[in-house]
């Protein structure tokens, strides 16, 4: 299980490279995926569905007006051209174009000249590992942007959806279909979650283990990671309720018991990572704990062994001294005199011990 | 004690299941009790009351019109084609029937068209053992519905009290009925933080003991149950009060006072989850404590010990050594003033701990 | 000093001895102070003051509209019937008589048609023990109840000023009754906080005492009960401003400075309680570090004494040996040179050690 | 440095004395100074200044009505019969006579019938002891009245630019000099925070020293002085809000901005005496780390020399022992071969440990 | 790395030196840069640039009421006059001019009579090194001032843009030019809070290495810088909410999307602070536990030597005795036999110290 969080942070930093360039000039400043840009087009309504692939982004204006639904997917924000041109096409303000282009953006919704732009993070979970990608989506009357680096997402099943026709999907509108868009992304949340979730529960069980100890840098590392998938999904609380109540009729009023729907899974989820949060912090207290009861035993054994061998040692060495006149060595009981010494010492000591219950 | 935890999280952590899935279709995602679908219909108002029990959700829309209260219960919500009927029949919105179906809803309480849901955690001890179940209550004029999927549950008195027609109950609306099943849920609430307390109140009395330790297994686990138990109680708050507001005359001007009270009893429960809380935790700062002064005093010992022998063992090993010259070892005080030596060191020492206050 | 805590946790704890019960049905479920009932009439105006006792509470309603103000008093809210009926004479909703009886009530302050309800706990301090009392103050035009389970309370100074004529009382209302009474209680708050506060200084001497050690135990026995009286006064800064916010001209304009500085002795209260457990947090990890800091001197005095005598003891155990062969046993200087060996390397020692600065 | 906290304190504590009495009746329940009343008069205007001093408030009524500003202070409030008969005078309601004369009230500005009565602390700094005052401050139109104990503060510059005439001063009302009165207390906090951060700098640099310790207690002192203040100051904020919120026309609209000011000035000592906490709380975890750090080195020293020289003891004590037949010690090269067994097995010792990089 | 935090405290220490000031008297209170006052005048339309350097304020006026945007930059603040001429001249308070040659005045943006005042720290980084500097920006009707002590800032690509006449910025208002400097501003935020965050990368990484040691100082040296930071960044976002707030069309509607932008960048600055405050405090504990565990580690080792041959050395010590009668000593297999013995119980402990999993 990686966030693969390095790469995010180097990517982040790269933020740095735009200082000085005026605002709303598009810049991609993001890791390049190495894949040519794709752009896919699914156009539906009531009747059907057509779809269009390309590799620009020429001639799709023309979607803008029609009375159908157009969602309008592209793959590679690193070719800032396309993304302008596409942007532009559909009226987008040029400081979006902006955040389109930057992966540092952080989770957001806004609303400006009718359209609404939803930035967030998207994360796929293959093999255990969990992968974020950021996600822009513009949406407009009749029709939705959507914008990420890489091919592949989380929108496969609402893709089928559209093209089998069945469900509400093709009945509804664009409003609806931003909804569809933003809930494969949170009920993709859930799949981190309990990814993660699976790791605490294995680090729980280890730490409970009474002869096992937690993998600090484990602790640390999940640390991390969670305060990363948090500070991805705590401004999506606010970007749902801004999409919600975005005024000038953007999202009918039929839609809005989805975008609350939508609304109470962001907050679930941020309720399963405050768990995760605390379990990890509970992990790490008990291995605080139990390492320092650890330390007690082990100061308390070596406590014992020393405080029952070295009377019995000294008293060893007094007899092993060779002055001339040392009348218990004549005793013909001298040896067994000096076992009992120093088994009653022993004894003394272990008695000692027990009454103040170290043994 | 225990809160059936591990279920609980497995269950919640199924909700992945969903991925993929249009919103607003329900698809059961907890475990299935393995009990056949159980519904029972109590219909009654000032005259009398009629009980009705059923295996399925047909020909119950009558209810819906009738001038008396109906609580229609339904156990076993994993049989969702049931659930989808009967919701239906009451005009329930498909979201809400998801969220009826899905045991990982959070807490909450919502209002459309004149309907009212309130989801929920229930808890009830048996044994000294907390065990949760999800419960959805959905209410409109004249009739209330309960989901749930094990039989068996808090509202038993609540069940005699109308068949016997004694008090209040049988003379109020649907209004009153909803606040009756919330307050048997909240009274239970308060059964189940008595359950913990019990709990904590041993470990604080072991951890005051001087000669014991708290196992910090059960701090850790005590900490984690209650952690959940506040995250199911916590947005109670926020449910009932949505309950109250609602507008449109769902709830009337004389019931009211009822759900005020209800609230100050949610309020109270989350006051006393925070006392047991901080209670734990304070047993945890003092168990880190009384391990590291134990730690002092096993130290002390130790060194207390060594000081004073130590000294001495090199004494003995000194007269131990087989140099052909030692005068000492002629003399024929030599034995007795090695004894001296020896005993005069222990003194010093011993001296020296005295005054260091480590004796 | 002692908050008799133990008590209190187990009367809240029959809170679950309601479960199940209609709301509104009062049910008395904490201790009984196993004293009679004591109902005490105080009806005063400018003209003079009336004086009743009686053990039942018939005949008392005639108060109610009379033009004076009346101040019911009643010992012994176990006595349920008692309760019910002087409530119920005097026009409280069910719900209250239910909050009455009830001792593990939350503070809280109550508006309901032009009848105020404020629940509180108050405290005594008897030599040195600060002792709750769950009371209940109802007031109404003309007339304030109080009830509480045992007799004596912090009032008698205000029933001697009611008594005597002095001051403004005998010309005030009922609204400034209830401030009276009100401010005697939280008066009463600063006695017991002082209480406490004299532990916390007798604490913080011995903790920075250098050869003292606070005794754990107490700390986390003060940190409990400062939790407790915080529980019960933190509600009442909102109970205060609910009674001075309450519509419908309860409180009188020229009363309402009264109830302010109320409200900013509240404010005062908690502010002295918070510094007292700000200063207990401090005593604790004062403790934390001077004994992990008394740990570093031991652990140090025992490391200076080993690292002289073991190698010492090592060179006198080689002249022990019993070789054959061991040229320096001949020598005739061999033992003031085995000596030599022995405190130069006792001397190296120290001089390592002094160079670390550990002595 | 010392906040001369413990006066502060028991002073605090009286407030007990006052139980039982009626609000509204002024009671001094603060240390005496020590020093008879003094009242000083500032009248001043465009046209020229007038001083007045007199040992009690007789007749100074009449600078309420005049058209010039009015500044009386009055020192030693413990003589409660002047305060009443000044305050009376200027129309002060009798709870803020009895806030004048506690000096243990909470920080706050309250208005009441064209009057404001801002109540605070003010610390002067007294070759680096900072010593704090209960300042009470009430305003009206054309007047200030000043209410302190001991003489001497924090306003000696004030008077002289009142009666050098320079600046804005003389030209402005009564709103004006009470901004000034608090600008100066304000200024003193600076000045306070400033002594204390000095304090601070010294235990961080010390802290940061390798070879030296911070005092535990001095850490501890500072923490609980650092509260005083920040209690003291906290309230500021809203008591400077309220003055300039106070509505009918109390503060001139061109004396607004001046207000705004001192709030800045108020927040930025929030922030100041905030950022102080966080370093001594900064210096107490460096302390704690440091502390364990340090025990790790001597017990890694203490286990570096018993490691090596225990087996080496070891072999020489086999060596001495006696018994009839062992062929080592009649070897040639006995003793040769026990020295390389002793300094094998402490090479084999050293190599262990350099292996795990304790050395 | 470093803030240049001392300096940085020394000068708002100096603080104290206004005190007993009148408010609106500027005073320079930090350290003077050593350098000459040098006044740059931009002024700029869509037509063209005209660019003036001078020694003092004087003549400027003129620019205020132009056609033409104005930017007027200040180098050396402690020169108080010529900020007293030049803000005079545009109109600013005489509180403003205090705050402008105050270089510790908290950041913030206030409004008065159609002019705009933000101060905060502008952060370059040079050579890994951050330092950080007051900067005073005014803003009105078609000029902007800027207020600063030392020569060079972060606004020359911002110089450049306007000179080349290149994108948005000649065509547009005084507003634009407050955001582009503002955004020059933030994007230099980035810069710093990435310089701080490659420490933290490299503490990071050393805190995971298990044979290395984070530094504790620099731990805490950065916790400090960190916070430092955070008290800068922190007040920014109110102030660029106000100044976008501000009424009476001071920023133009088109110009708000800009100022919004700005708001987000710096949240997202915020957010970056958090996350890296965050990580320092995680290394910091990992540390402490790294400590404990280290501890446990030494000590145990220390115990299994002990353990192993403290009783072997006892038993070298028994056969070392020289009782006249000891039967073993005669034993022929005497020797091996107490080989046997030592050996045995060398197994014994060996077996002892595996079964508690210590070896």
Partial sequence: MSLSSTNNRRRARKRSLRKGLPPGVPVYTGDVAGVPVNVAVIDYGT???????????????????????????????HDVENVKALGTAFGLHGLWLEDITNPATRSKAEVMNDRILVT???FSVVDGDVTAEQISIAAGKGWVLTFQERPGDVWDPLRQRIRSGGGRIRRMGSDYLLHALLDGIVDHYFVA?????????????????????????????LKNELAELRRAVWPMREAVSTVMRADSGQIGEDVIPYYRDLYDHVVQVMDMLETSRERVVGVYELHLAVTSMRL????????????????????????GMNFKDMPELQWSWGYPFAWALMLGSAAACVAFLVSRRWI
Same sequence: chains 1, 2, 3, 4, 5.
């Fill in 47 to 77: 009747e059907g569905v057509e779809e269009l692939t390309a590799s620009s982004t020429d001639a799709l204006q023309r979607f803008q007006h029609e009375n159908t639904v157009t969602w309008i997917n592209l793959d590679g924000i």
């Fill in 120 to 122: 967030c993070k998207a």
């Fill in 193 to 221: 979650i309990e990814t993660f979730e699976a790791v605490v529960d294995g680090m729980e069980a280890e730490a409970l283990e009474p002869t096992r100890a937690v993998e600090l840098k484990q602790i640390f590392v």
């Fill in 296 to 319: 007690n035993d082990i100061m308390k054994f070596l406590t014992i062994v020393s405080t029952i061998f070295i009377p019995m040692t000294f008293i060893a060495g007094v007899y």
